[in-house]
C-alpha cells in the first residue's frame, strides 16, 4: 500500500504550543520499522489552482503570501512562516496523491491530513488548507476528464470534532455526501450541518461509539440507495481515545481498532476505493497517538491486500 508524507516540512512553533508536531515524524519512523507492506512516498505540494478548487483564491493568495492578518493566524492557531504555508500544500497535496492511488490501487493514505475546519475563506483549529476538499474536487474534475462521468464522493469523517468546513465547502453539492461523528460538546462550538451528523455525549465509550457507528453507516447506504459513491475519504481520528487530551470520549486503543475495521469492511464489501487521512490526536503520551495510528494504517494495507485479492471484480464496478 502507498502512503504519502510531508513531515520534513515542520513548521516552528512557540515553546509551550499544545500542537503534537512531532507526531508526524514518529509516525513515519513507525511506519517505516513495523509495516513492511506500506510504502512511504513524499508527498508533492499543491498548486495555487488546485488549492482554489475549494478556497477562495484571495485566502489562499493570503497564506502563500504571508498577509493573514493576526486575527486569522490566532483562528488557526499557528503563526504565519513561509514553512507554515509549505506544510499545508505538503498536506493537501498528501491526500491528493492518496486519492489517486486509491482510485487506481483501492486503499490508500495520507500520513497527516483530515484539516476539516478550514473553509472555503478561513482557516481554523490548526486547519488552514481543507485537504479533503481539495482532493475531492480535483478527483472529480480528473475523472470527468477521462471518464465523461460523475464521480459521487464520501466522506467519512471519524475525528473526534465535527468536520465543520468540509460541511459548509460542500453543504450545496449534492455530488459530495459529508458523514461526521464526533463529540456533541466539543469544538467547533458553532458546527455546520453535514449531510450526516451523529452526535455523541461526553464520555462515549466502546459500546456506545460502535453501535452509533454501525448505525450511521447503515443510514449513509440507505441515503445513497442504489447509486453507491466513487471514491471515499475516510477521517481516522485517534482523538476519540480516552488519554486524548482534546477528546472528551473515552475510546480505548482496541475500540478504534475495531472501529477502523468495520468502517474498511463496509467500503471493501461495497468495493469502494478509500483515501484515508491521520486527522487528529493529541494524547496525553504522544507515542500513544502514534500507536493508534499506526493500528490504523496497518488495518488499512490489510484491507488493501485483500483489494488485491479481489481487485479484477471490484474494479469492474465503475464509481458514477
Same mark, same amino acid.
Given at each position: 500500500?502507498?502512503?504519502?508524507?510531508?513531515?520534513?516540512?515542520?513548521? #516552528?512553533?512557540? @515553546?509551550?504550543?499544545?500542537?503534537?508536531?512531532?507526531?508526524?515524524?514518529?509516525?513515519?519512523?513507525?511506519?517505516?520499522?513495523?509495516?513492511?507492506?506500506?510504502?512511504?512516498?513524499?508527498? #508533492?505540494?499543491?498548486? @495555487?489552482?488546485?488549492?482554489?478548487?475549494?478556497?477562495?483564491?484571495?485566502?489562499?493568495?493570503?497564506?502563500?503570501?504571508?498577509?493573514?492578518?493576526?486575527?486569522?493566524?490566532?483562528?488557526?492557531?499557528?503563526?504565519?512562516?513561509?514553512?507554515?504555508?509549505?506544510?499545508?500544500?505538503?498536506?493537501?497535496?498528501?491526500?491528493?496523491?492518496?486519492?489517486?492511488?486509491?482510485?487506481?490501487?483501492?486503499?490508500?493514505?495520507?500520513?497527516?491530513?483530515?484539516?476539516?475546519?478550514?473553509?472555503?475563506?478561513?482557516?481554523?483549529?490548526?486547519?488552514?488548507?481543507?485537504?479533503?476538499?481539495?482532493?475531492?474536487?480535483?478527483?472529480?474534475?480528473?475523472?470527468?476528464?477521462?471518464?465523461?462521468?460523475?464521480?459521487?464522493?464520501?466522506?467519512?469523517?471519524?475525528?473526534?470534532? /465535527?468536520?465543520?468546513?468540509?460541511?459548509?465547502?460542500?453543504?450545496?453539492? #449534492?455530488?459530495?455526501?459529508?458523514?461526521?461523528?464526533?463529540?456533541?460538546?466539543?469544538?467547533?462550538?458553532?458546527?455546520?450541518?453535514?449531510?450526516?451528523?451523529?452526535?455523541?455525549?461526553?464520555?462515549?465509550?466502546?459500546? @456506545?461509539?460502535?453501535?452509533?457507528?454501525?448505525?450511521?453507516?447503515?443510514?449513509?447506504?440507505?441515503?445513497?440507495?442504489?447509486?453507491?459513491?466513487?471514491?471515499?475519504?475516510?477521517?481516522?481520528?485517534?482523538?476519540?481515545?480516552?488519554?486524548?487530551?482534546?477528546?472528551?470520549?473515552?475510546?480505548?486503543?482496541?475500540?478504534?481498532?475495531? &472501529?477502523? &475495521?468495520?468502517?474498511?469492511?463496509?467500503?471493501?464489501?461495497?468495493?469502494?476505493?478509500?483515501?484515508?487521512?491521520?486527522?487528529?490526536?493529541?494524547?496525553? @503520551?504522544?507515542?500513544?497517538?502514534?500507536?493508534? /495510528?499506526?493500528?490504523?494504517?496497518?488495518?488499512?494495507?490489510?484491507?488493501? /491486500?485483500?483489494? /488485491?485479492?479481489?481487485? #479484477?471484480?471490484?474494479?469492474?464496478?465503475?464509481?458514477?
Amino acid at each position: 500500500m502507498r502512503a504519502y508524507t510531508s513531515d520534513h516540512f515542520v513548521l #516552528p512553533l512557540p @515553546d509551550g504550543h499544545r500542537f503534537p508536531m512531532p507526531k508526524y515524524r514518529l509516525l513515519r519512523e513507525r511506519v517505516a520499522a513495523e509495516l513492511p507492506d506500506i510504502r512511504l512516498e513524499e508527498a #508533492p505540494a499543491a498548486t @495555487d489552482g488546485e488549492l482554489a478548487l475549494a478556497h477562495e483564491p484571495v485566502y489562499v493568495s493570503a497564506v502563500a503570501e504571508g498577509l493573514l492578518s493576526p486575527a486569522a493566524q490566532r483562528e488557526i492557531g499557528f503563526p504565519w512562516t513561509p514553512r507554515m504555508a509549505e506544510r499545508a500544500r505538503r498536506s493537501v497535496g498528501a491526500t491528493i496523491a492518496a486519492a489517486r492511488t486509491a482510485l487506481a490501487e483501492g486503499v490508500s493514505a495520507n500520513l497527516a491530513g483530515g484539516t476539516h475546519h478550514a473553509s472555503a475563506d478561513k482557516g481554523s483549529g490548526y486547519c488552514v488548507f481543507n485537504d479533503v476538499a481539495v482532493a475531492a474536487r480535483l478527483m472529480q474534475a480528473e475523472w470527468h476528464r477521462s471518464h465523461r462521468a460523475l464521480l459521487r464522493v464520501l466522506v467519512v469523517d471519524l475525528d473526534v470534532h /465535527q468536520g465543520n468546513g468540509t460541511a459548509a465547502i460542500f453543504a450545496d453539492d #449534492p455530488t459530495v455526501f459529508t458523514f461526521s461523528m464526533h463529540g456533541e460538546r466539543n469544538f467547533p462550538f458553532r458546527k455546520a450541518a453535514s449531510d450526516l451528523d451523529v452526535e455523541l455525549p461526553d464520555g462515549c465509550g466502546d459500546g @456506545d461509539y460502535l453501535a452509533a457507528l454501525d448505525n450511521a453507516l447503515a443510514e449513509v447506504w440507505r441515503r445513497h440507495g442504489g447509486l453507491l459513491p466513487g471514491l471515499v475519504f475516510y477521517l481516522a481520528g485517534a482523538d476519540p481515545h480516552e488519554n486524548d487530551r482534546l477528546g472528551r470520549l473515552k475510546l480505548s486503543a482496541s475500540g478504534l481498532a475495531e &472501529r477502523d &475495521r468495520r468502517v474498511l469492511a463496509a467500503l471493501r464489501e461495497r468495493g469502494l476505493p478509500v483515501a484515508l487521512s491521520m486527522a487528529g490526536g493529541y494524547g496525553r @503520551d504522544i507515542q500513544e497517538t502514534v500507536a493508534i /495510528q499506526a493500528r490504523t494504517l496497518s488495518l488499512a494495507a490489510e484491507s488493501w /491486500q485483500a483489494w /488485491q485479492r479481489h481487485q #479484477p471484480a471490484a474494479m469492474e464496478q465503475s464509481p458514477v
